[in-house]
């Protein structure tokens, strides 16, 4: 069973005693946008979509009641009246089934953005492998490879945010992101080593040229 009942308008809401906090407390928001102008419709959709919320069908969604969550959508909400579309958050208290049912799907979205992060990470490490195996060293590469890393912890860092419930897959994105940054680290290691052994074999080369010209003087002085 659900139980469900508008918030006041203030961004703060005093909630009737006896209303659960807790796992079973949730946020809905439902809209309706005009169609046009639709850049109003995509930054909506963006936005939601941003912070982790589940789409329940064309203009409502759903999230768990967080300090974070309530917040946005009020503001996402105050947006929407902005663009002079009609919009409402309303609590809901739900039963262990349906809550389950949300969890599952919220759960498997993050496991599916978890996995697009495994796989540009995958690939950032195939990529710093073959520097080393071509020793392609260059300080240019270390710093383009340490760029896409930083992405990568990005990207990361706001699929975690919107991790509600720890989905199976959270953990893997960081550990291949560790992995990524220890190989990226010894790609580096390696590339001040190549420099510092050019720069002993340039020195090391100058030498008898300058031993050279000292015995020259010293045979040309008077």
Known sequence: MTTKRPLARRPRVTRAKGTPRGP???LQLVYQIPSEPSRHRVFIWRRVKALGALYLRDGVCIAPDRPVVREALQTLLNELRAFGSWGDLFELSLDPPQRGAYVEALNARRDEEYGEVLEDAARLA???ERHLLQRDYAFQEVEE???ELQKLRRWRDKVARRDFFQCARAGEGE???RRCAAELERFERAV???GEDRQAGR???AAPRRAGRASLSRLQAP
Do not use: N, S, T
């Open 203 to 205: 020195v090391a080369a």
């Open 24 to 26: 079973r407390q949730w």
């Open 175 to 177: 550990g291949a992101l």
């Open 145 to 147: 490879l340490d760029e």
């Open 126 to 128: 195939a990529r710093i």
């Open 192 to 194: 001040v080593k190549e």
